[in-house]
């Protein structure tokens, strides 16, 4: 088991940046492929970013080149780096770990464990 805490999320102008945090405790993050996913009023959760167990990184086409994941084995948390934000990012930002630790799943479904959401709004 592992249970998943985001912060970081707020309110920010359009153009600038957030950071967002998601500490872990239960078990060691890199046990588990880790996204970030987004929902945003009456659209579906959208996958933003993600690595698999062994690092190989993925980004949604929408984040591409703006949205940086990163994580600190050393502190069991992952990050995701927001920048050029635009109101369309408004959404809330889940944190999710699943046990297909070799791929990023880009599916909802395919996690087990998801944070309680953080949310970010970006004014124009």
């Known amino acids: 088991q592992v249970q998943l805490v985001e912060s970081g999320g707020g309110l920010v102008q359009a153009g600038g940046s957030l950071r967002l945090s998601c500490a872990a405790s239960g078990r060691a993050t890199s046990n588990y492929a880790m996204a970030w996913f987004r929902q945003a009023p009456g659209k579906e959760r959208e996958f933003a970013a993600g690595?698999?167990?062994?690092?190989?990184?993925q980004y949604g086409d929408s984040v591409k080149g703006r949205f940086t994941i990163s994580r600190d084995n050393a502190k069991n948390t992952v990050y995701l780096q927001m920048t050029s934000l635009n109101p369309e990012d408004t959404a809330v930002y889940f944190c999710?770990?699943?046990?297909?630790?070799?791929?990023?799943?880009?599916?909802?479904?395919?996690?087990?464990?998801w944070g309680q959401g953080t949310q970010v709004t970006v004014s124009s």
């Open positions: 690595f698999s167990g062994g690092g190989f990184i």
């Open positions: 999710a770990a699943s046990v297909r630790r070799a791929e990023v799943p880009r599916s909802p479904g395919l996690y087990d464990y």
